[in-house]
């Protein structure tokens, strides 16, 4: 079992940053990748960006330029930079742990993150 406790999420201004947080306990040697997946009310859940155990990056393209996806030293920690913040951006952000495949399969409980106009 992996737990996963996201942090960070707010109210902010367009234009401005955010920065998540989601640290991982548990079975953390069984996890192969980590990432952020956000849902906007009445919306699917997708994939914002994602890390691989061997340090490959994704990003949907909406996003690219503008968030970072990084990890802590322990690796257990990973964290989601976003900078210049756009209204749509507004949603629910959920931290996700892959252990096999690419499909998630442990969640975090979602943060908030809005962003005013």
């Known amino acids: 079992q992996v737990q996963l406790v996201e942090s960070g999420g707010g109210l902010v201004q367009a234009g401005g940053p955010l920065r998540l947080s989601c640290a991982a306990s548990?079975?953390?040697?069984?996890?192969?990748?980590m990432a952020w997946y956000r849902q906007a009310p009445g919306k699917q859940r997708n994939l914002v960006a994602a890390?691989?155990?061997?340090?490959?990056?994704t990003y949907t393209d909406s996003v690219k330029g503008r968030f970072t996806i990084s990890r802590g030293n322990a690796k257990t920690t990973v964290y989601l930079q976003m900078n210049s913040l756009k209204p749509e951006d507004t949603a629910v952000y959920y931290c996700?742990?892959?252990?096999?495949?690419?499909?998630?399969?442990?969640w975090g409980q979602g943060t908030q993150v809005t962003v005013s106009s």
């Open positions: 996700a742990a892959v252990i096999g495949g690419k499909d998630p399969d442990y």
């Open positions: 548990g079975s953390i040697f069984s996890i192969n990748g």
């Open positions: 890390i691989s155990r061997g340090g490959t990056i």
